[in-house]
Nanobody, 116 residues
Framework: QVQLVESGGGLVQAGGSLRLSCRAS????????MGWYRQAPGKQRELVAA???????NYADSVKGRFTVSRENTQNSVYLQMNGLKVEDTAVYYC??????????WGQGTQVNVSS
């Protein structure tokens, strides 16, 4: 099993920046990729950005050029640098870890609020 602990959410004005962090513990050597999803009120959870152990990254079109996902060298942490935040980025952000087996784990979520 993998446990994920997120931090870094909060309230920021539009145009501002936040950095989310997520640290994994447990069976970290089984992790193949880590990333971030978000869920806004009344909407489905969606992929924001993810990075594999090999360094490949994937971004939602809505955040390309503004958000950057990165992994720590030890491969058990993932970060999301969010610049140029928009009101529509307001959501609960969830850390995700995907194992080589295809099983995924979720963090508890951290709230990001962007005010106009």
């Amino acid at each position: 099993q993998v446990q994920l602990v997120e931090s870094g959410g909060g309230l920021v004005q539009a145009g501002g920046s936040l950095r989310l962090s997520c640290r994994a513990s447990g069976d970290i050597f089984s992790i193949n990729a880590m990333g971030w999803y978000r869920q806004a009120p009344g909407k489905q959870r969606e992929l924001v950005a993810a990075a594999t152990n090999g360094g490949s990254t994937n971004y939602a079109d809505s955040v390309k050029g503004r958000f950057t996902v990165s992994r720590e060298n030890t491969q058990n942490s993932v970060y999301l640098q969010m610049n140029g935040l928009k009101v529509e980025d307001t959501a609960v952000y969830y850390c995700n870890a995907m194992l080589h087996t295809g099983r995924g784990y979720w963090g508890q979520g951290t709230q990001v609020n962007v005010s106009s």
